[in-house]
């Protein structure tokens, strides 16, 4: 009687270690899609402030765009026009700005790591393909609701003799009236802080390549001073504010990042993982 009391006894203790094994995420490797340890659920009312500050950064740039576009955009598109010579190359670096190659790309990367089950990089893919989409809707309202004319119809035929202001009408789809803010730089910078999220010791380095994606537009004649850092601003936000929501609803199943990086600290509502 007591061996079978002792071994059931064994068994049951055997299960309540797997079964909190499973939970601590010790066991991962046996789910689908894993959840991680963490102290508590999130939430944005616990969430660190210091993501915060990248609110202020694109507030700055937005209210440097409005400066713009009353006391730079005219004049730097003059001066785009009459030195031309880069706008072959920069239309090449342009196309690095187009979004539905990177939703192509994630989305391959996506099924790809899910069938390896690799999840934390799905799972990183599928924050992209959720930053892109949300920064590329949001541009695109924005651009049908403002209409501003492009910096071609400013100078069409060689004359400066368009407009550079806003249309405001109900909302308008129309290529050369859908200029505010450019869908290139907001692309550019949303994958900038997606790096910068990933690899944050290298934030120099995906600021200045997301600056000359964003840049050739405006080298291009495709978009005004304005465009381009309304843009930015929006992309470099947004990548920002969707991971902050993510570790708020769903802390345990967010990506992971490396403890004592300035994305963790920025993002993060739980314990340092690794």
């Known amino acids: 009687m007591d061996d079978r009391s002792a071994a059931t006894t ?3 203790d055997a299960s309540s270690v797997s079964t909190e094994a499973r939970i601590d995420g010790t066991d991962c490797m046996h789910e689908r899609y894993p959840r991680w340890p963490v102290d508590r659920a999130g939430s944005l009312e616990g969430m660190s402030v210091a993501w915060r500050k990248h609110l202020w950064i694109a507030l700055g740039l937005v209210i440097v765009s409005l400066a713009s576009i009353h006391l730079a955009d005219e004049s730097v598109a003059r001066f785009v026009h009459a030195h031309r010579g880069w706008s072959t190359a920069a239309a090449w670096i342009a196309e690095l700005g187009d ?7 994630f989305g391959i990367g996506f099924a790809v790591f899910h069938l390896r089950r690799a999840h934390d990089a799905a799972r990183w893919c599928f924050l992209a393909i ?17 209409a501003r004319w492009r910096p071609r119809a400013f100078v069409a035929d060689g004359a400066f003799n368009g407009e550079s202001g806003f249309g405001f009408p109900v909302f308008i789809i129309e290529h050369v009236r859908n200029s505010y803010p450019s869908g290139h730089a907001t692309t550019a910078f949303t994958l900038a802080a997606l790096a910068t999220l990933k690899w944050p010791r290298l934030t120099a380095l995906w600021v200045v390549l997301g600056a000359v994606v964003a840049g050739s537009r405006v080298v291009q004649n495709s978009h005004w001073l304005g465009d381009m850092l309304a843009g930015s601003a929006l992309g470099w936000v947004t990548p920002w504010i969707v991971m902050a929501l993510w570790r708020a609803r769903w802390p345990a199943s967010a990506p992971l990042q490396r403890s004592g990086t300035t994305a963790y600290s920025m993002t993060s509502t739980t314990r340092p993982l690794l």
């Open 10 to 12: 064994d068994v049951i």
């Open 99 to 105: 979004s539905l190659y990177w939703f192509i790309a």
């Open 130 to 146: 959720a930053s892109l989409a949300a920064s590329g809707v949001v541009s695109g309202i924005l651009k049908a609701t403002l």
